[in-house]
């Protein structure tokens, strides 16, 4: 186990203050982590099934603490102006909100509430049809009005021009493939990894460029997905990344060489087994720390850039 002081994590416990900043201890003298673990643990799946149909948090931190997450990102994404470099803020498990200067994004955004931002964004990315990374409401409003999204497991989208015929309609959001595509002042590039050893090219990883900064999400992968990790326009600004499914970590950040990694899909509340729990987030900083300066935590509802 790595020494706490050499976590840093934000969120409403700690702010944001630099890669190797200790984090400060929380009530009791308990590392963030530690508490964050506690609390998670307190919500189990079906609470949080229970939480997803009524909006109940039945007192529970975790769920408190995601609802207020999603109404600070919900704000923030409206209000924050942005220049040059994007925006990005981490919602829930693997989903995010990206702000560019002309676009608004999210990537396998899920929530409760997911599909109020609908009106709002410009596009979407789905990584993979499961779940706890694709929100089907969300979806139906941005499907609905003719926005597009780009996944590897759906026929819609904006991307279809719905004046032609069925044959003459273009799926260009519709990716089996190393495809690319241009949105706005946003670049996408796709490609396929393994989600684990039986869910073969299962994941579309997404390669995203806004002027010269580099966001790279790789949902989730697993082992068998370590030398599919492909960027190709340079070392990745920012690697969303999550360390679970079997996958190699130092195999998996040497390959993609990034200049910083933020750990997602930390104690996703849906699963009844193998939530990515507090001791194998330190193992795999423990893993990628001495390959990448910037290794680091964020908790729902931080902005990371």
């Known amino acids: 186990m790595l020494p706490r002081r050499e976590f840093i994590v934000a969120g409403a416990a700690a702010a944001f203050a630099g890669c190797r900043t200790p984090a400060p201890p929380a009530v009791g003298g308990e590392d963030v982590l530690d508490v964050w673990q506690r609390e998670t643990d307190a919500a189990t799946a ?30 923030e994404a ?19 909100i990206v702000k560019t200067r002309e676009s608004l994004f999210s990537i396998d955004l899920v929530h409760r509430r997911a599909a109020e931002f609908a009106p709002f964004l410009d596009f979407e990315l789905v990584t993979h049809n499961h779940g706890d ?5 969300l979806y139906g409003e941005m499907n609905g009005a003719g926005k597009v999204v780009i996944s590897n497991f759906l026929d819609n989208y904006g991307a279809w021009d719905w004046r032609k015929k069925p044959k003459e309609r273009k799926m260009g959001g519709y990716t ?5 595509f241009k949105i706005k002042d946003v670049e996408i590039r796709t490609s396929l990894i393994d989600h684990n050893e039986y869910l073969v090219d299962f994941t579309t990883a997404f390669e995203v460029k806004v002027g010269d900064f580099i966001l790279y999400h790789s949902g989730d992968g697993g082992r068998g997905a370590e030398p599919k990790l492909e960027t190709v326009w340079g070392r990745p600004d920012l690697w969303l990344f999550f360390p679970g499914c079997g996958i190699n970590v130092a ?13 997602g899909h930390l104690w996703e509340l849906g699963h009844r087994t193998g939530r990515l729990t507090t001791p194998m987030v330190r193992n795999a900083r423990a893993a990628a720390d001495p390959l990448c300066a910037d290794v680091s935590v964020r908790l729902w509802g931080d902005r990371l850039v």
Request: no cysteine.
């Open 46 to 75: 079906d609470l949080y099934r229970l939480y997803m149909r009524d909006g109940d948090t039945r007192g529970l931190a975790s769920l408190e603490k995601l609802e207020a997450a999603f109404e600070k990102i919900f704000r």
């Open 133 to 137: 990374h694709f929100h089907p409401g």
């Open 78 to 96: 409206r209000e924050t102006k942005v220049d040059t470099t994007p925006a990005v803020w981490s919602v829930y498990n693997m989903g995010y």
């Open 176 to 180: 089996r493939a190393k495809k690319t």
């Open 251 to 263: 195999e998996a950040v040497e390959r993609v060489r990034p200049k910083r990694i933020v750990f």
